[in-house]
């Protein structure tokens, strides 16, 4: 047998089941305002410049008619719910990547102690990779990466399932990558990130316990 198998076969059946699991919770920002950034959400930013996270009404939204749109520029854009506070479960949010000269990219955050520090896994349509970070003082560094494809102007989905110091992410259904990190062993909020000029569409966020 394939040992390298293994934790993905048995992460993706933790995956099933912890959709299912109370205590769950689900946004796909339908009930917001569109204009504004949606309540129960900080939206802010990592580093310089002006993020501008708003609700906007999208016709391809997965779960019609909203989506949270981020269309300014900073250095990390993102956005993170207020609850609840989680130390072992998962993160998992569609994204679309739809414009962006230096960047077109999508990404959940978990473990955030504020908008300078949390771990954070994105997919860019630009370099066709998912790539899974640890950001401390607002310094991001990258501790793995795969390449996959990640086309622009269409509905993905990423996850990520963390239970103490071992993360798993999965890329439109598919674990495409195991890391390990202690950088922040503690509970934290979840949330959505971009960077740079990033013009990204998110719906259908979910996050919650092991």
Sequence with gaps: MNRAVKPFATLVAGCAFATALPGATADNFDAAKPGAAPSGWTATQTGAGAARWTVETDATAPSSPHVLRQAGTADYPVCLRQEPRLRDGFVAVKFKPVAGREDQAGGVVWRALDADNYYVARANALEDNVTIYHTVKGRRVAFK????????????????????????????????????????????????????????LFDDFLCGPR
């Design 145 to 200: 990466s795969v390449d996959v494809k990640v086309a622009p102007s269409v509905w993905h989905a990423l996850r990520v399932d963390f239970f103490g110091d071992t993360f798993t992410v999965s890329f439109d259904g598919r674990p495409v990558l195991v890391a390990t990190d202690r950088t922040f062993p503690d509970a934290g909020l979840t949330g959505v990130w971009t960077k740079a000029d990033s013009v990204t």
